[in-house]
């Protein structure tokens, strides 16, 4: 019978999009269901931007754009480097992709070779270690919990290093636990990546702006500016204009990397949109307080919801510092209920007794927590509180 690859049979299709489909065809039964399943900003794309994307469109810039990013949104994002993150890219040290998913992808395609070694810290993002194995690699997973923040220390960094490693996965604010690296911690990360000339260091930095700590957003270039040769600074608009639709992600690494980058993408997508190019050109080069306006949402309703789900009896919430998810461990709950064995059998429980989807820490390689997404409204936020605890009490 017809069968897939051996290399696509042994990934998953993506948690998160699998939970939304089901929170989908629950009402489409006409069930009313809350998801807090999606990392999408509730918010509409800023009118300038959605501009910008219609003048594109209407004086015909509808045509091939260049492989890695067209002119003007190359300047804007080597702008933008300069601009929020005291970095210094050439126009040969960009590359422009379909969202930074595709751009990490390509990433992994041009430096990953058959049994090459790539450090994930975990929690997760749930398509690191998937995209790692579609593109030859071998995953390895750092677990961290409470004790470390959630971050990996040079200790575990050390221990997880050989001469198979090529590529560390380096994420703050994380999806799902909004911790970030301080300068000082990525100083000493980079202390034992200094060790190891082999390793290319990828830093997704996509919730740089959904970030409310005192001290300023850093990444590792900005403590080990001498990284900068094996260190590649992913980002994208997906997340902090609520442009996930447009699909336009970025980097900037050194020129080897993006010229491999480059020749994978010739012969997969040619380029990204040219329209969401000129939008995305907007939305970097435009006013920045659309950015500053949903980061405060953002803020209010992280303000709201960890104390909320605090007082849950059984869920212990850390706070964090950026992107827009909570990410509590229910193992509590899990433990007091007698027909509930672990995160996942809660996550479908909460679906069908408290009609609100989550997703399950083992998608991101952290059993007996659930992530929810705050980016929805307050009022949903509320309601799902209420679901969660009620149906809770009922049980
Ligand atoms: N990196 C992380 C950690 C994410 O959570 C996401 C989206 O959920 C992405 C990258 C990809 O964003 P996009 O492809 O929309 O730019």
Known sequence: SLRVSNRVAQIKPSATIAVAQRARELRAEGRDIISLGFGEPDFDTPAHIKAAGIAAIERGD??????????????????????????DFGVNEITVGNGAKQVLFNLMSAVLDDGDEVLIPAPYWVSYPDMVKIAGGQPVIISTDEETDFKITPRMLRASLNSKSRLLLLNGPSNPTGKVYS????????????????????????????????????????????????????????????????RIGYAGGPETLMKGIKKVQSQSTSGACSISQAAAAAALNGPQDCVEEMRQAFKERYEYLVPALNAI??????????????????????????NIANDVELSEWFLENAGVAMVPGTAFGAPGHIRLSFATSMEQLHECVRRITEALAAA
Not at 194 to 215: F, G, K, N, P, T
Not at 225 to 232: E, F, G, N, S, W
């Open 183 to 246: 300068e000082e911690e990525y100083e000493a990360l980079g202390q034992v990546i200094r060790e190891h000339s082999r390793l290319v260091v990828a830093c997704d930095d996509i919730y740089e702006h959904i970030y409310w700590a005192d001290s300023p957003f850093r990444t590792l270039l900005n403590a080990c500016p001498d990284l900068a040769d094996r260190t590649v600074v992913i980002n994208g608009v997906s997340k902090a204009y609520a442009m996930t639709g447009w």
């Open 313 to 338: 009896d059984g869920v212990e919430c850390p706070g964090c510092d950026g992107a827009f998810y909570a990410f509590p461990s229910f193992q509590g709950v899990i433990d007091r209920m007698d």
């Open 62 to 87: 509808t045509k091939y754009p260049p492989v890695d990013g067209t002119p003007e949104l190359k300047q804007a994002i080597i702008d933008k480097f300069k601009r929020d993150n005291g970095l």
